[in-house]
């Protein structure tokens, strides 16, 4: 069955370094997603795309992130100079017809 | 505008029943439910559409009422697997672009 993957699972990284995250969508969905999931709270959009451009993003999605689309199959989210308050599950997700499927998450340690 | 979520815990013994309900203050386009298990990422359970509309998924359902502005998760005859976070998940317009997901609810089952 497809399925969404994600790399790293676990990324530690030092405030104010850039780190990048990896998602591969399934491939013949049309809407890809970032969320972040900070421990125990619930899941927030950050950024939809959809025909190679940003199709809608949150008050968190601030200069500090962006997405690229660099191939056919990858879809990376970039965080510049992170923070402490960076640290969270990210998660990827894409959909057609409405259901979203998860990747497993990276899970973003700042230290 | 995020829905809200009530409630924010439950504990059930196995083959009691729980509902879970999710508001939105306007009309929402669609409602989508999502469990996630301790250290994974959410996963799609159903979606709902229309007013009016009921759907079930084993024994786990939901409705989405008239004014689309509720929608409530039915757990029957709960089973240990149940046991979770569920978070609902809302649409306001047919773009697929941006959901927003309620606090979530912490259903736990015990023998």
Redesign the interface.
């Known amino acids: 069955e497809p399925e969404v993957t994600q790399t790293p699972s676990h990324q530690v990284t030092q405030m104010g370094q850039e780190v990048i995250l990896r998602c591969v969508p399934i491939s013949n969905h ?2 890809f ?1 970032w969320y972040r999931q900070i421990l125990g ?5 950050l950024v ?1 795309f ?1 025909n190679n451009e940003i ?2 993003k ?1 008050e968190i999605f601030d200069d500090q992130f962006s997405v690229e689309r660099p191939d056919g199959s990858n879809f990376t989210l970039k965080i510049r100079s992170t923070k402490l308050e960076d640290s969270a599950m990210y ?1 990827c997700a894409s ?1 057609v017809r ?8 990276t899970r973003l340690t700042v230290l | 505008q ?1 829905p809200v979520q009530s409630p924010q815990a439950v504990i059930l013994r196995e083959g009691e029943d729980a509902v879970i309900n999710c508001s939105s203050s306007k009309a929402l386009y ?1 409602v ?1 439910w999502y469990r ?1 298990k301790h250290g ?5 359970l159903m ?1 709902l ?1 229309k007013g009016g509309e009921q759907k079930g998924h084993e024994k786990i359902s939901a409705s989405f009422n008239e004014k689309k502005q509720q929608s409530s998760l039915y757990l029957t005859a709960s089973q240990l697997s149940y046991s979770g976070t569920y ?1 609902c ?1 809302t649409e306001k317009a047919n ?10 609810t912490s259903l736990t089952v015990i023998p």
């Open positions: 049309l809407y997603y709270q619930k899941v927030e959009f939809s959809y199709s809608e949150s998660f959909n409405n259901e979203q499927f998860f990747g497993p998450g | 995020q669609s989508h996630q994974e990422a959410p996963v799609f979606i559409l978070f998940g773009t697929g672009n941006q959901f927003y997901f309620g606090t979530g």
